[in-house]
């Protein structure tokens, strides 16, 4: 991240680039010693900390003599592909270039491509695309909640950062270990990560031991061997602390379905489905074929016989009951269930 190598001269491949090379910029960045990127200080320093710093106590360009076109250059490790999709992300989100303003961002992002992105912005302490970015892992953390991810895809249309470019995110099952591996990176919170551990417990015991081998590099992923005892441990406990929370939820005076009795039935209709929900569990990995939009808690009322112990009134107010007390499973529960408040001290 820092100025390096300073007395080694501009080799003679180096590539300027086609996306990020503004004609009046007053810094060069070079990547991997192979694509430069000229651009502005003011907008690195807006945006970064890192870069902020750099400029302030002069090293960039001051100390050594190479330059570009006249213009100072910084020599960075970052990978060029994915600091060229970060630069854009800086230039398209909230800092004004009237004189160039065609920023041309992708419109599929990869899951690996984002995760390099994220990482960047994160050594760079890129204070306002951060939150961003984070917002995006939420965003994943919340389709890990639904079940397992399958090929998932998350419109980007809303994120400031990549407002009016129509950037769809895509992920699948098989990037779930390099996300836990990037929500640890960044320090993301401890429900961000348990959902992302939670998405590697669904995806079966193979995938637990073995990891997945990606097609692009070869390389395998594989959980680490803390966090595999992790989900090995937490596998019976996040069933049975399912299970307890939807009885107790059903069976709680304090619920909207027990205040508002549909008649006086016995078994009322919320002990109709606590008696057939406890002996035929849904499954951790619940997915929910032909329909849509399902929402996690969803899962629950949808597994195939619980429509036909409950009146519709009743069914509605027990998924109103559950949609709150999911949001204390997800956010409270697996964090302590994967044991993530002794590791994060
Ligand atoms: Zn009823």
Known sequence: MSPSDSNTPTPPTLQRDADVWIEDGNIVLVAK??????????????????????????????????KMDDIPVVHLTDPPDA????????????????????????????????????????????????????????????Q?????????????????????????????????IDALDLTRHVGAEPSIVAAMLWQ?????????????????????????????VRCVRALPQLLLARRDMVLQTALSSNSLVARRPCGAKSPTCAEAFCDKYARNLPPLNLTSEG????????????????????????????????????????????PKIFQLESIST
Not at 146 to 157: A, E, F, I, K, T
């Open 83 to 142: 600091f060229r999709l970060f630069l854009l992300v800086l230039i398209s989100s909230g800092f004004s270039t009237p004189r160039w303003s065609h920023a041309k961002l992708p419109r599929q992002l990869s899951f690996p491509m984002f995760d390099a992105i994220m990482r960047i912005a994160h050594k760079y302490e890129a204070t306002h695309v951060l939150p961003l970015l984070s917002c995006l892992l939420g965003e994943m953390a919340d």
């Open 291 to 334: 329909s849509g939009e399902v929402i996690p808690y969803d899962g629950e009322l949808l597994w195939h016989w619980s429509r036909s112990c409950m009146c519709q009134g009743c069914y509605g107010w027990l998924l109103q009951d559950l949609r709150v007390a999911f949001k204390t499973y997800w956010c409270s529960d697996l």
């Open 33 to 66: 010693r192979s694509v430069a990127f000229r651009l502005y200080r003011g907008l690195l320093a807006y945006h970064s900390t890192v870069f902020r710093d750099m400029f302030s106590i002069g090293s960039a360009g001051a100390e050594d003599d190479e």
């Open 200 to 228: 590697c417990c669904i995806q079966g015991p193979i995938y637990l031991r073995d990891g997945i081998t990606h097609d692009a590099d070869g390389v395998v992923r594989r959980l680490s061997e803390e966090d595999y």
């Open 144 to 176: 890990s909640r639904r079940g397992p991810w399958g090929d998932n895809r998350v419109d980007l249309s809303d994120d400031d950062a990549f407002a009016g470019s129509r950037v769809t995110l895509y992920f699948s099952n098989d990037d779930a």
